[in-house]
């Protein structure tokens, strides 16, 4: 079955600098990879996703890359701000949608005002 | 409002006592799942459904049973519990169409002491 592994599992980072959360994953067949953010006692939601026949998306501070052949996928986040901080877990699914999924173990994002 | 609606929120137990925690959404999505998060573990899928009567083992689905009797009914059975099974449980629900959201319930934490 799919593995996904996620580094680092903390990260601390200054108000204003940038973020990154690396997630590679073993299962070729996979071909959607979302990422949720998971406040404090709180559900996770979805902030970002990305399919296998794209490169790179950005929606306004945060951005997700893709390399198939590496088979591996990056979360980053410019400016961060103290709202930022929270729990983000990579997800790899190899039918598009959410029948069988795997997620990563999560990195825990400590953004410091 | 659209919502995934987990009961009871918070449950305390003891090894061997049957229980069944509910799950129902209301935005007639065709896919639901079950997790489980412990920490540094992340989320681990335990049984998915893609339709009525249509239900599949995720990664760690020992110990537990689902049933989808309804499309908006998805409850996750614990038989016999074991204190290993102590965790905080996630049901999320999402359409069949693929690259979409997973909504996620508000969780339910489970204690078998």
């Known amino acids: 079955g799919e593995n996904v592994e996620q580094h680092p599992s903390t990260l601390s980072v200054q108000e204003g600098d940038s973020a990154v959360i690396k997630c590679t994953y073993s299962d070729s067949a996979s071909n959607y990879f979302p990422w949720y953010k998971q406040e404090l006692g709180k559900r996770p939601q979805l902030i970002i996703d990305i399919r296998s026949n794209v490169g790179e998306k950005k929606d306004q501070r945060i951005a997700v890359t893709l390399n198939k052949t590496a088979k591996h996928f990056s979360l980053h986040i410019t400016e961060t701000q103290p709202e930022d901080s929270a729990v983000y877990f990579c997800?790899?699914?190899?039918?598009?949608?959410?029948?069988?999924?795997?997620f990563g173990t999560g990195t825990k994002l400590q953004v410091i005002p | 409002e659209a919502q995934v609606t987990q009961n009871p929120r918070y449950l305390i137990t003891v090894t061997g006592k049957k229980l069944t925690v509910t799950c129902s959404q209301n935005m007639n999505h065709e896919y639901m799942s079950w997790y489980r998060q412990d920490p540094g573990l992340g989320l681990r899928q335990i049984y998915y459904s893609m339709n009525v009567e249509v239900t599949d083992k995720g990664d760690v689905p020992e110990g537990y049973k689902v049933s989808r009797k309804e499309k908006r009914n998805f409850p996750l059975i614990l038989e016999s519990p074991s204190p290993n099974q102590t965790s905080l449980y996630f049901c999320?629900?999402?359409?069949?169409?693929?690259?979409?959201?997973?909504?996620f319930g508000q969780g339910t934490r489970l204690t078998v002491v």
């Open positions: 999320a629900s999402s359409p069949s169409h693929s690259r979409t959201e997973a909504f």
């Open positions: 997800a790899a699914t190899p039918s598009g949608g959410y029948q069988k999924v795997t």
